[in-house]
């Protein structure tokens, strides 16, 4: 049976920084490195939020992206 291993987690802030010529979305992104892999949706958001205030732009969507080896026992 094989199991998952952590290796790596991310926090991915999108980020609007303005709209094209047919008034869709122009995001760009910001990569926070070494996120806890077991942070829960909440806490992701909080931090989201609390550096949303420091940001040139707003906020247009957060990701917590997780990657995980494939170890076979």
């Not at 094209?20 to 909440?42: C, K, Y």
């Not at 550096?51 to 906020?59: K, T």
């Amino acid at each position: 049976m094989a199991t998952f291993q952590p290796v790596e987690s991310k926090l991915v802030l999108k980020l609007q920084t303005g709209t094209d010529e047919w008034g869709r979305p122009q995001v760009s992104s910001q990569t926070i490195r070494g996120i806890n892999s077991a942070a829960i949706a909440d806490s992701v958001q909080l931090v989201a939020s609390a550096l949303e205030g420091l940001l040139a732009y707003p906020l247009y969507d957060t990701q917590k992206q997780d990657t995980d080896s494939v170890l076979a026992v």
